[in-house]
């Protein structure tokens, strides 16, 4: 049972609605009322040509809390639910098409499971009302996404959902047509959120008509898919793979020492996004950064120090080098050539970089500023230093 009041946007794409939209923003603001006291409607119009346009902005002059973006031009389903989501401001974010086959009482269900373990709610059909066809078709595509995919999710393609707008600090959404709701739901599953499922009601369409259901969108639609499973699994299988077995997995030997282990999101369209917070992921405040680059001399020798109150976390962004570590008693080397893991290098702890490859960037996080009087730089003056301590 949901116990907290969030405030909530909720919005609708719409592409020739007229008949239904207006219906629709009633409805949610009747709905919203009785859930929160801060929300907001939006509706985003994506290019719309029976008269959707006039009638939302006779809305507008009515209700206060209702935005509406106007796309020049079509973009599509995804893009008009991307912009719905950059759109919204609220603590959760409710979404539902505009062409009202699902009733938006039935938010109330959604929210009510909405707990602070939960990152999405979605709903399922209970039972869907459309042609026979249609039925079919549906069943098909949601049996070979879930093989394609690998997702546990029942209905991928039930646009009844309540989602955290956090999420979408880390979730990056690219695709402009229907296949955005699997786009969504595999990089929300790839993220580990945290979901629960609700069914709901669906309905006869009243007005309007699908765009869906013609052969050469449909035709567009499988090959998209295909783009899309060979950049969201097939990419992202080889990386996950590529991370196994690294020795960053294996038992840090030496005293104050460690691995860390930065967030990071995969988009192998436009490459990887590597996330560390100040302690959050890095376990101090961060002072000073540094790095070390133009590694050119594969035989070159560095750091060959500890310190006395410095603590440090070493990561190789680029390339590769060898780390050593010795706390006086135990010795540990380390092949670093992986961007995602970092290695504490904290205090009374000799450490020393080798064999570096010509592309090598090394970045160094540390706690505090630079002090000379820190360092200890003569190996024997580190053994009677920790061993008086």
């Known amino acids: 049972m949901n116990d907290k009041k969030y405030s909530i946007s909720a919005f609708f794409p719409c592409y020739n609605d007229k008949g239904t939209i207006g219906k629709l923003v009633e409805g949610i603001t009747e ?22 346009r006039d009638l939302l902005r006779k809305l507008q002059k009515k209700y206060d809390f ?4 106007f796309h020049k031009q079509n973009q599509g389903y995804g893009g008009a639910l991307q912009s719905g989501f950059r759109t919204a401001s609220k603590d ?9 086959q699902y009733d938006v009482k039935e938010l109330s269900l959604l929210y ?21 066809y249609r039925i079919v078709i549906g069943k098909i595509y949601h049996w070979i996404m879930k093989l394609m995919f690998g997702f546990k999710i029942r209905d991928v393609d039930c646009d009844f959902r309540l989602i955290r707008r956090s999420v979408f600090d880390k979730i990056d959404l690219r695709r402009k047509t229907g296949v955005i709701c699997v786009e969504m739901i595999t990089k ?24 869906f259901f013609n052969f050469s969108r449909l035709l567009r639609t499988f090959i998209d898919l295909f ?25 840090i030997e030496v005293k104050n020492s460690g691995v860390i282990r930065l967030q990071f999101y ?19 405040e961060i002072k000073r950064i540094y790095y070390i680059n133009n590694l050119f001399n594969s035989d070159a020798i560095r750091g060959e120090h500890a310190h006395k109150k410095l603590k440090q976390i070493i990561f190789c962004i680029n390339g590769s080098f060898i780390l050593s570590l010795d706390d006086g008693i135990n010795k540990q080397k380390i092949t670093m050539d992986n961007p995602y893991y970092g290695i504490k290098l904290y205090t009374k702890l000799w450490h020393t970089m080798t064999n570096f490859s010509k592309d090598c960037v090394i970045l160094v996080l540390a706690n505090d500023y630079y002090k000379e009087d820190d360092y200890i730089r003569d190996y024997d003056k580190f053994l009677e230093y920790i061993n008086k301590k």
């Open 266 to 284: 995969n988009d192998f369209s436009d490459g990887n996004l590597v996330i560390g917070e100040s302690e959050k992921s890095v376990p101090f």
């Open 92 to 100: 959760l974010i409710f979404y539902t098409d505009g062409d009202a």
């Open 227 to 251: 783009k899309l499973w060979w950049e969201i699994i097939l990419l992202h299988s080889i990386k996950e793979r590529s991370l196994k077995g690294i020795n960053y997995d294996k038992k």
């Open 112 to 132: 009510e499971k909405m707990t602070e373990n939960i990152d999405f709610v979605n709903g399922f059909k209970i039972k869907r009302h459309d042609p026979w």
């Open 31 to 52: 709905e919203l009322r009785k859930l929160t006291d801060n929300f907001e409607v939006i509706v985003i119009d994506d290019g719309s040509t029976d008269g959707s």
């Open 66 to 69: 209702l935005k509406v973006v």
């Open 188 to 211: 929300f599953h790839q993220a580990k959120l945290r979901f629960v499922e609700v069914g709901v009601n669906h309905y006869d369409r009243t007005y309007g008509y699908s765009q």
